[in-house]
């Protein structure tokens, strides 16, 4: 275990010799991320911030499923033969663990988050986002030359890009930042409330399966305990209501597979038709392409081609890579990528440097910050001297 070193007349601490030497390393990206996600197996999963959200998600969607398998199947099994009822249920069971592993994936998935700068980008910088130096926790203090927007050309239309102050970075075409994650995040769609999650490039696919699947389960139910209900009124040769006293559950879960359906079908409905157009929901809103060409629109086939026949893009971030601290730069400078500095970023980070004061030491207040981020790690050891 660490035990820290201060001299007996210093009242701050040196948080960056700690931070490296805490059990050998094992201060990870996830630890100290800046943005409000959520992350579990070792940083593996990657939740928002509001995930008691899949929860109440989960219980939507269970909840009916074992009503119908625990009431209105003994109906279906009696009135088919064994063979048919009992795969009636099957089937209900099999979509309904399919859905919520889709629930998962795109609660759990990195939707495409933008990795911060560790300082701003000149003026004068050309290059794009992507090649651009990046940090976990990078400084929310950017320089005031920078221009809030510039020009990016997308299938040669010329689309405007804003500055990010927040990731201090000119956000990539269709990225935007999302204020309950704190993140900016790729081909922006939405922060989806019953998912706790944002919905971008990298888990849209797996949204639009769990939406128009849990539509077609909601049907699915509906459906057969209509089904239930006219076998019970052949057999006790009763009026619809009589059917709905005999099986209170079949007529329950009609009530509310139908205003379920109604929902899910709508939104099924609206995302089959940005995926064809090839907008997103924040683009839809804000920019109204109806009104003016979409860069974006490859036609139809290519659209649908573009979104569900394409591989899955890579992370552009490994929160499980060992955080490691940048000796040219501030203490909010952490190389997280496992990727060296070249002369040129050291020289940019120490003009940074000396544009932020060049500050070299911590103030105790920020250690206790950084000491509340890490403890667990450090197994209760205090970083700073009192």
Avoid at 105 to 118: F, W, Y
Avoid at 122 to 137: F, G, K, N, P, Q
Avoid at 312 to 327: L, N, V
Avoid at 350 to 366: M, P, T, W
Wanted: hydrophobic share 40%; proline share 5%.
């Amino acid at each position: 275990m660490y035990s820290p070193s201060l001299s007996s007349t210093s009242t701050r601490c040196d948080p960056k010799e700690r931070i490296n030497n805490i059990n050998g390393s094992q201060l990870r990206l996830y630890h100290i991320w800046q943005g409000r996600n959520r992350f579990y197996l070792g940083g593996r999963l990657v939740f928002g911030p509001d995930i008691r959200a899949l929860f109440l998600t989960l219980f939507l969607i269970l909840v009916p499923v074992a009503l119908f398998c625990a009431f209105v199947s003994r109906g279906l099994i009696n009135a088919f033969p064994h063979r048919i009822g009992y795969a009636i249920v099957a089937i209900s069971l099999l979509f309904s663990v399919f859905i919520v592993v889709l629930l998962l994936l795109t609660s759990g998935t990195d939707p495409g988050i933008v990795p911060r700068n560790a300082y701003p980008p000149d003026a004068d910088d050309e290059c794009d986002t992507s090649s651009i130096s990046t940090s976990c926790l990078g400084s929310q203090i950017g320089p005031i030359s920078l221009p809030p927007m510039k020009n990016v050309t997308v299938n040669g239309i010329v689309v405007k890009v804003k500055y990010c102050k927040t990731c201090m970075l000119y956000r990539p075409p269709r990225c935007s930042h999302c204020s309950i994650c704190d993140n900016c995040i790729e081909r922006f769609d939405h922060h989806c409330p019953w998912v706790g999650q944002c919905i971008g490039k990298r888990n849209y696919r797996y949204f639009f399966m769990f939406v128009s699947s849990t539509n077609l389960l909601s049907l699915y139910v509906f459906a057969f305990c209509w089904v239930n209900i006219k076998k019970i009124m052949e057999t006790h040769d009763c009026n619809i209501w009589s059917a709905f006293l005999k099986s209170p559950a079949s007529g329950i879960l009609i009530m509310y597979t139908f205003v379920v359906s109604w929902f899910l079908g709508g939104l099924t409905a609206f995302h089959l038709y940005l995926i064809i157009t090839n907008q997103t929901t924040y683009e839809n809103y804000r920019y109204r392409y109806e009104r003016k060409m979409n860069p974006f629109n490859l036609g139809c086939a290519r659209n649908f081609r573009e979104i569900f026949c394409t591989g899955m893009p890579s992370s552009r971030i490994d929160f499980r890579a060992h955080a490691k601290f940048d000796r040219s730069s501030s203490f909010n400078a952490l190389s997280y990528l496992g990727h060296g500095t070249t002369n040129s970023d050291m020289h940019k980070m120490k003009n940074f440097g000396v544009e932020l004061g060049r500050r070299q030491a911590v103030d105790v207040d920020e250690c206790k910050e950084i000491d509340s981020r890490i403890r667990s790690i450090a197994g209760g050891v205090d970083l700073c001297e009192r």
